[in-house]
C-alpha cells in the first residue's frame, strides 16, 4: 500500500517562501508521476503542478499551473523516494491545503487532472498572510 506524507506548510507573509515535501513509503514512485494540488475553502481541489518521468535516465519533465509559474519549483529526489515544492513570493490567493499525490501506472503526458492520480496524502495548511 503506497503511503505519501506531506510536511512543511504553515504561515508565513506575503512574499515569503516556504517548502513542501511528500515522503512515499510502500512502492517506489520514480517512473511514476507525482504532483501537487490545492485546495481552498470553499473551492474545488486545483491542480497546482506535476512532474513526470521523461523515460531516459533521470530526466524528469515539469508542469504547472499558470498562477504559480515563476514562484514555484517542483523536484524530487529519487534516492529518497520524495517529491518536494519550493514555493517562493506567496500570495495570499496561495492559502489553501497542498496536497501531494502520485499516479499508480505510467503516464507519457502531464496529468493535470486529480482523477488521473490513485494515491494521496493527507495535506499539510499553507496560509499566507497579507
Known amino acids: 500500500q503506497v503511503q505519501l506524507v506531506e510536511s512543511g506548510g504553515g504561515l508565513v507573509q506575503a512574499g515569503g517562501s516556504l517548502s513542501l515535501s511528500c515522503l512515499a513509503s510502500g512502492r517506489t514512485l520514480n517512473s511514476y508521476s507525482m504532483g501537487w494540488f490545492r485546495q481552498a475553502p470553499g473551492k474545488e481541489r486545483e491542480f497546482v503542478a506535476s512532474?513526470?518521468?521523461?523515460?531516459?535516465?533521470?530526466?524528469?519533465?515539469?508542469d504547472y499551473t499558470d498562477s504559480v509559474k515563476g514562484r514555484f519549483t517542483i523536484f524530487r529526489d529519487i534516492s529518497k523516494n520524495a517529491l518536494y515544492l519550493q514555493m517562493n513570493s506567496l500570495k495570499p490567493e496561495d492559502t489553501a491545503v497542498y496536497y501531494c499525490?502520485?499516479?499508480?501506472?505510467?503516464?507519457?503526458?502531464?496529468?493535470?487532472?486529480?482523477?488521473?492520480?490513485?494515491?494521496w496524502g493527507q495535506g499539510t495548511q499553507v496560509t499566507v498572510s497579507s
Open positions: 512532474t513526470r518521468w521523461s523515460g531516459v535516465g533521470n530526466t524528469y519533465y515539469a
Open positions: 499525490a502520485a499516479d499508480g501506472t505510467l503516464s507519457a503526458y502531464a496529468q493535470r487532472g486529480a482523477h488521473e492520480y490513485d494515491y
